[in-house]
């Protein structure tokens, strides 16, 4: 068996630290070379989540998607989504980033694709789900200091037109039909919206 020269050992270093870093991986093959980026536990976005934790911070998202989006050697994106979901701006805005990719991009819902993790979904060119998985759709929720005056709610309405837009506009599904899943009050004890098993998601 022929010795690994020094470049190998190196290229496997720094794939071993992208993995416990980045949760990335680029996979090499004579059909082409894709980089797998992970978004996995609650996207962390402007407020620093406890450690334990398990978060996506998009701050390290973001720089990922422009360098496979520039870089020569990398042929396309998977997204491998097991999300609870996680802060609007910072899910929206690497959907955004996913879905502006001239490069081919493929999303998987394993597990979970919950809250924000529904335009994640949705935000590439093919979306699949496995059968086990689920995706739950609900309104804008808020945590923190709310005041209590009708701008609050105007705004929370149009951060919830963002969502909705961008969904129906990467999707198939109608703006009446999303709004219908969202605003469900006979699905979830003790809360509004709907739990959406892996089959009845691609018929969404």
Sequence with gaps: ?????????????EEGKSIKEFGSVQTKNPRGNIHCLNIIGQVEGHQILPPQNKTTKYEHVLPQLVAVEEDPEIDGLLVLLNTVGGDVEAGLAIAEMIAGMRKPT???VLGGGHSIGVPLAVASDYSFIAPTATMTVHP???????????QTFQYFQR???????????NSDISNAEFKKLMLSTDEIANDVGIIIFAQKAVDC
């Design 1 to 13: 068996m022929a010795n690994k020269n020094e470049n190998d050992v190196d290229s496997e270093i």
């Design 106 to 108: 493929v999303s998987l």
């Design 140 to 150: 804008l929720r808020m945590s923190g200091v709310v005041i209590g005056v009708m």
């Design 159 to 169: 951060m919830q037109e963002r969502i909705v837009e961008f969904v129906v506009g």
